[in-house]
């Protein structure tokens, strides 16, 4: 019976010459005297020889390398995961801020090496792309979020099978730019703003603007929550209003977040509530309408008769939206300052710092760590940790000197 193929070569005798044979891969190797120690010894010696070459062969056949596409180019990568991204990092169809940060990382790969063959893309070639830009004079904390959407991007082209494995443990290798080691530009930390500076700047702002500057420096919400309250996400059947947003930056972990509003704050939103429980508190169109009717009010001509019949636009390239957002907001912000600015130089007073809504949560954080301790803070900001809300709470320097005056 012949024996099967894929088995273990036999040790055999080659009877016309009496000498030992083995058949390795349809070639016969005579290994001396049959029976012979010599002859046993060169047998295993080819038999491992051979072992070795089958795992090699084995693991060659299933090696993801064989079935990457070697013409791929990175442009054509970018493409595909584009198409990708555009589904995963959307919330109710709609593509989200994440989304547009990843354009913003793989644009300079698509510009440098958009020709480049995927499979050749290296720890070199990213390294290329992050001088490009420290270059561009983006920040060192930028830059390092943006180099591990490059590799987060990888990780997923090779977990698609368009790159070889080797391309994201190569990129891998490549650490982020750390403080004092690095030409890259260092950003000042976000500190807490005065409230003075706050108190004079809110009755320069629309109502809907003012409001949710005091909202946010009352509860310490992010400026995304702020910007996005609706009727239908606030329940106020009990003596404290709980707001439940509709989406937060940690919704995509499956955590919670629920933002209670206390008497001063509902005496806040309080004229903003609205029939339509859809509808946002906050509108912009609300907002202009306000601005036209305080410069109608304080117009001291009548209008013309060619003012009097003009009419909107039906689609005009700026048109208002039904809610803020976050930058809108901040644009908000910095109009008032500017107005505030102009009325304290005319007074010749020193004009006050420019100043964002992040910094109100940074306020509320340093505050509330002062009052009530670290855990009070982190559960009304919404922190998972008290790590985490350190980085939003100023040291309290009233307490270090109360500390020194009582032990130092």
Same mark, same amino acid.
């Given at each position: 019976?012949?024996?099967?193929?894929?088995?273990?070569p036999s040790y055999c005798l080659h009877k016309a010459s009496g000498r030992a044979v083995v058949r390795i891969g349809g070639r016969d190797y005579y290994l001396g005297p049959f029976g012979s120690d010599d002859s046993h010894e060169e047998y295993h010696?080819?038999?491992?020889?051979?072992?070795?070459?089958?795992?090699?062969?084995?693991?060659?056949?299933?090696?993801?390398? @064989? %079935?990457?596409?070697?013409?791929?180019?990175?442009?054509?990568?970018? &493409?595909?995961?584009?198409?990708?991204? /555009?589904?995963?990092?959307?919330?109710?169809?709609?593509?989200?801020?994440?989304?547009?940060?990843?354009?913003?990382?793989?644009?300079?790969?698509?510009?440098?090496?958009?020709?480049?063959?995927?499979?050749?893309?290296?720890?070199?070639?990213?390294?290329?792309?992050?001088? !490009?830009?420290? *270059?561009?004079?983006?920040?060192?904390?930028?830059?390092?979020? =943006?180099?591990?959407?490059? /590799?987060r991007f990888l990780k997923w082209a090779t977990s698609q099978q368009l790159v070889p494995p080797t391309v994201y443990t190569g990129i891998s290798t490549v650490a982020g730019l750390r403080k004092g080691r690095t030409a890259a530009r260092e950003t +000042?930390?976000?500190?807490?703003?005065? +409230?003075?500076?706050?108190?004079?700047?809110?009755? !320069?702002?629309?109502?809907?603007?003012?409001?949710m500057i005091q909202l946010q420096r009352l509860t310490g919400m992010r400026p995304c929550e702020v910007v996005m309250i609706r009727t239908v996400d606030i329940e106020r059947s009990k003596e404290i209003w709980i707001y439940t947003p509709s989406s937060?930056?940690?919704?995509?972990?499956?955590? +919670? &977040?629920?933002?209670?509003?206390?008497?001063?704050?509902?005496?806040?939103?309080?004229?903003?509530?609205? *029939? *339509?429980?859809?509808?946002?508190?906050?509108?912009?169109?609300?907002?202009?309408?306000?601005?036209?009717?305080?410069?109608? #009010?304080?117009?001291?001509?009548?209008?013309?008769? #060619?003012?009097?019949?003009?009419?909107?636009?039906?689609?005009? /390239?700026?048109?208002?939206?039904?809610?803020? @957002?976050? *930058?809108?907001?901040?644009?908000?912000?910095?109009?008032?300052?500017?107005?505030?600015?102009?009325?304290?130089? =005319?007074?010749?007073?020193?004009?006050?710092?420019?100043?964002?809504?992040?910094?109100?949560? !940074?306020?509320?954080? %340093?505050?509330? $760590?002062?009052?009530?301790?670290?855990?009070?803070?982190?559960?009304?900001?919404?922190?998972?940790?008290? @790590?985490? %809300?350190?980085?939003?709470?100023?040291? $309290?320097?009233?307490?270090?000197? @109360?500390?020194? =005056?009582?032990?130092?």
């Open positions: 019976m012949p024996r099967k193929s894929g088995g273990v010696r080819l038999l491992a020889e051979w072992r070795v070459r089958r795992t090699e062969l084995k693991a060659k056949s299933t090696s993801l390398t @064989d %079935t990457v596409d070697p013409s791929l180019t990175m442009s054509e990568t970018l &493409r595909r995961y584009r198409e990708f991204a /555009k589904e995963y990092y959307s919330k109710n169809g709609v593509p989200t801020k994440e989304f547009v940060e990843m354009g913003h990382a793989l644009k300079p790969v698509r510009e440098l090496y958009g020709s480049t063959l995927a499979r050749e893309f290296g720890p070199l070639k990213l390294q290329a792309v992050r001088q !490009h830009m420290i *270059d561009l004079d983006l920040s060192r904390g930028v830059i390092n979020h =943006r180099v591990n959407r490059i /590799k +000042d930390p976000v500190t807490p703003v005065d +409230d003075e500076c706050v108190d004079v700047v809110i009755p !320069h702002a629309t109502p809907q603007v003012a409001a937060h930056k940690n919704s995509w972990r499956g955590n +919670d &977040r629920k933002i209670p509003l206390g008497p001063r704050a509902k005496e806040l939103i309080q004229p903003f509530i609205k *029939d *339509d429980s859809e509808a946002y508190l906050f509108s912009p169109i609300e907002a202009e309408a306000h601005r036209s009717l305080v410069r109608r #009010s304080k117009r001291e001509t009548p209008l013309t008769p #060619s003012q009097s019949g003009r009419v909107p636009k039906a689609k005009p /390239k700026r048109a208002k939206r039904n809610r803020y @957002d976050v *930058d809108s907001y901040r644009r908000a912000i910095q109009y008032a300052i500017q107005k505030v600015n102009k009325v304290r130089v =005319r007074d010749e007073l020193k004009p006050i710092p420019k100043w964002f809504p992040l910094q109100l949560r !940074h306020s509320r954080a %340093t505050e509330l $760590n002062e009052l009530f301790g670290i855990e009070a803070a982190a559960v009304s900001l919404g922190h998972a940790h008290a @790590d985490v %809300t350190k980085v939003y709470a100023e040291r $309290n320097l009233k307490l270090a000197i @109360d500390v020194a =005056r009582k032990t130092g």
